[in-house]
């Protein structure tokens, strides 16, 4: 790790005055369920796509139960715009009954049983822990956040745990989601994995990976 500790507050103020309205997920949703499916449908899939057929879907199927006792046919019609869209609708279904046999139809605010639901890794469970119950239990670690670690704390490997897991030793708690959202915001508008736009970004003086010399 290059980046020193007492870096990442000024890193993090930088970047809330420049993207002070990312601070939470862009996917729509309006309780936890609806936001583990969004996030679920949002795999290898912008979240403007996502939002643009889950109101449709949450009006259909409006609660847990409304999915139970569906097959994952019935679900196509609503998702089909999206990457994946068959192993998605089973594996909603499939939460939809986990949740229901072993939650009480409630989903659940803990690392440890959010993992255990079909569908869910570390990454959406960080996003519903974050957005729909405001707890901080790691940091979502997603592909645009894996380019931008890379480059501006000279991270070497794709694997997002353990980007996740450096990135929490040196950034306090409470900004543990808002990270998240801050180096997705930088991701998509300056540091994509195509090309860096470093005269752009806020961070080019102190960013080891910059083309900017000052």
């Not at 380019?147 to 991270?155: A, C």
């Not at 005269?199 to 900017?212: A, F, K, M």
């Amino acid at each position: 790790m290059k980046t020193a500790k007492s870096e990442i507050r000024s890193i993090i103020a930088r970047l809330k005055k420049r993207y002070p309205d990312e601070l939470r997920t862009r996917l729509g949703f309006r309780n936890a369920w609806e936001l583990l499916v969004a996030t679920e449908l949002s795999a290898q899939s912008q979240d403007a796509q996502v939002n643009k057929v889950t109101p449709l879907l949450f009006r259909k199927y409006p609660k847990v139960s409304s999915y139970t006792r569906l097959k994952p046919q019935q679900l196509y019609r609503y998702v089909k715009t999206l990457g994946l869209y068959r192993n998605k609708s089973k594996n909603i279904i499939a939460a939809a009954n986990r949740i229901t046999s072993e939650f009480n139809g409630r989903v659940p605010d803990s690392m440890d049983k959010l993992i255990t639901i079909p569908g869910v890794g570390r990454k959406t469970a960080n996003v519903i822990l974050v957005n729909a119950f405001e707890k901080n239990e790691g940091i979502a670690v997603d592909t645009h956040c894996i380019t931008v670690s890379n480059r501006l704390f000279l991270f070497n490997t794709k694997n997002a745990e353990k980007i996740e897991r450096s990135l929490m030793e040196f950034t306090p708690r409470k900004e543990w989601g808002n990270l998240t959202h801050l180096l997705i915001a930088l991701g998509r508008d300056v540091c994509t994995a195509r090309r860096k736009y470093c005269e752009r970004c806020v961070l080019n003086d102190i960013c080891p990976s910059s083309t900017v010399r000052k």
